[in-house]
T-cell receptor, first 111, second 115 residues
Framework: QKEVEQNSGPLSVPEGAIASLNCTYS??????FFWYRQYSGKSPELIMSIYSNGDKEDGRFTAQLNKASQYVSLLIRDSQPSDSATYLC???????????FGSGTKLNVKP | GAVVSQHPSRVICKSGTSVKIECRSL??????MFWYRQFPKQSLMLMAT?????????EQGVEKDKFLINHASLTLSTLTVTSAHPEDSSFYICSARVSSDSTQYFGPGTRLTVL
């Protein structure tokens, strides 16, 4: 069973702070890693993908991957109330055929 | 780019009827499409993976005769929920990807309510 673990939260941060979201995975053969944001009642939207160890930055978002520790994280700088959502970590199988999703972390950004 | 549409966005039907949901990739050719189901306050559950021109691969516990999937072209996949029952009420979401990229792009979802 390939597992992706996330803390369900809720994670509460004040507006303007850094939100840190974490995800661990069990399959060492995983090749691709994604963060999606899902607002209540809506479908997931892609925030970032990361494939190599290290950091990847895109605007206020930074994804971090450590394959040795089987750990991927998402940092959101200058958090805004509009960032309040559930963040899903997705890990791609070695043959890219499907994703394994975590249960999601609910983020609340307080004005 | 990478836009995926779903139709209908919401459907209410009577128990025992069949419902068809369409998933289209609007600006790219999707070699693989995925169908997910999401119950309230739960994460996405993959139901099946479909490749254009091939039979869908269903996840364990998903009845292939109840959830019929057709992927007739590189831009269209359909999910038919046959003989729907109230327990089939859920949020059904499709996603699509191209062969050269593992990223999945999600449609807006279809909320099915079976009375």
């Amino acid at each position: 069973q390939k597992e992706v673990e996330q803390n369900s939260g809720p994670l509460s941060v004040p507006e303007g702070a850094i939100a840190s979201l974490n995800c661990t995975y069990s399959d060492r053969g995983s090749q691709s890693f994604f963060w999606y944001r899902q607002y209540s009642g809506k479908s997931p939207e892609l925030i970032m993908s990361i494939y190599s160890n290290g950091d990847k930055e895109d605007g206020r978002f930074t994804a971090q991957l450590n394959k040795a520790s089987q750990y991927v994280s998402l940092l959101i700088r200058d958090s805004q109330p509009s960032d309040s959502a559930t963040y899903l970590c997705a890990v791609g199988s070695y043959n890219f055929n499907k994703f394994y999703f975590g249960s999601g972390t609910k983020l609340n950004v307080k004005p | 780019g990478a836009v995926v549409s779903q139709h209908p966005s919401r459907v209410i039907c009577k128990s025992g009827t069949s419902v068809k949901i369409e998933c289209r990739s609007l600006d790219f050719q999707a070699t693989t499409m995925f169908w997910y189901r999401q119950f309230p306050k739960q994460s996405l559950m993959l139901m099946a993976t479909s490749n254009e021109g091939s039979k869908a691969t269903y996840e364990q516990g998903v009845e292939k005769d109840k959830f019929l999937i057709n992927h007739a072209s590189l831009t269209l996949s359909t999910l038919t929920v046959t003989s729907a029952h109230p327990e089939d009420s859920s949020f059904y979401i499709c996603s699509a990807r191209v062969s050269s990229d593992s990223t999945q792009y999600f449609g807006p979802g279809t909320r099915l309510t079976v009375l």
